[in-house]
């Protein structure tokens, strides 16, 4: 079965400083990785995922995450937060055989809160 | 076609009461997937299809829940006799089943409270 463990319920941080979403997964099987931003009172949006190939995925608004094989972990991080980047993050996973039903397990989300 | 839509967004009922949500995919996306959120946790995936076969339903919490998608387009997802431990946010995702990308697109989710 698979699992996935946020560490962090709640990450407060002040605006322009580093910030760091931890993830770790357990799987018995590869799988693909994802991070999902929901804003409040919204659905999920995806922020980036990770596949195959390089272990560095980055979104188009400056978090990346890696891929850690043998830590089993996809931490998301950011150089430099915004107020904007203030929301729940939910960290993902899914078998990545061909033929799976593709459902997500999810980790039980980490609350960023950027602070002026 | 800019996404996944559902429908209602918030829904109050009392308990016992049935209620019925609806789920419009994007248009191509022939997998849809339903999803429950509780206050302080991540989604909980109950059930999907593919076209209009209902894949896997094991996972539906109990008897009071079912779900069709009788065309293979949109989807509804039905709670009899609701119970205030069913008061949750329930979200929709379709994506192609053919795709490597695996990602699945969320709808905005549908919020019931039972009183």
């Known amino acids: 079965a698979q699992s996935v463990t946020q560490l962090d319920s709640q990450v407060p941080v002040f605006e322009e400083a580093p910030v760091e979403l931890r993830c770790n997964y357990s799987s018995s099987v590869s799988v693909y990785l994802f991070w999902y931003v929901q804003y409040p009172n919204q659905g999920l949006q995806l922020l980036l995922k990770?596949?195959?190939?390089?272990?560095l995925v980055e979104s188009i608004n400056g978090f990346e995450a890696e891929f850690n094989k043998s830590q089993t972990s996809f931490h998301l991080r950011k150089p430099s937060v915004h107020i904007s980047d203030t929301a729940e993050y939910f960290c993902a996973v899914t078998h990545s055989y061909g033929g799976s039903q593709g459902n997500l397990i999810f980790g039980k989300g980490t609350k960023l809160s950027v602070k002026p | 076609d800019t996404g996944v839509s559902q429908d209602p967004r918030h829904k109050i009922t009392k308990r016992g009461q049935n209620v019925t949500f609806r789920c419009d995919p994007i248009?191509?996306?022939?997998?849809l997937y339903w999803y429950r959120q509780t206050l302080g946790q991540g989604p909980e995936f109950l059930t999907y299809f593919q076209n209009e076969a209902q894949l896997e339903k094991s996972r539906l919490l109990s008897d009071r829940f079912s779900a069709e998608r009788p065309k293979g387009s949109f989807s509804t997802l039905e709670i009899q006799r609701t119970e205030q431990g069913d008061s949750a946010m329930y979200l929709c995702?379709?994506?192609?089943?053919?795709?490597?990308?695996?990602?699945?697109?969320f709808g905005p989710g549908t919020r019931l409270t039972v009183l």
């Open positions: 248009s191509e996306h022939n997998r």
């Open positions: 990770y596949l195959s190939g390089s272990t």
């Open positions: 995702a379709s994506r192609r089943a053919d795709s490597v990308y695996n990602e699945q697109f």
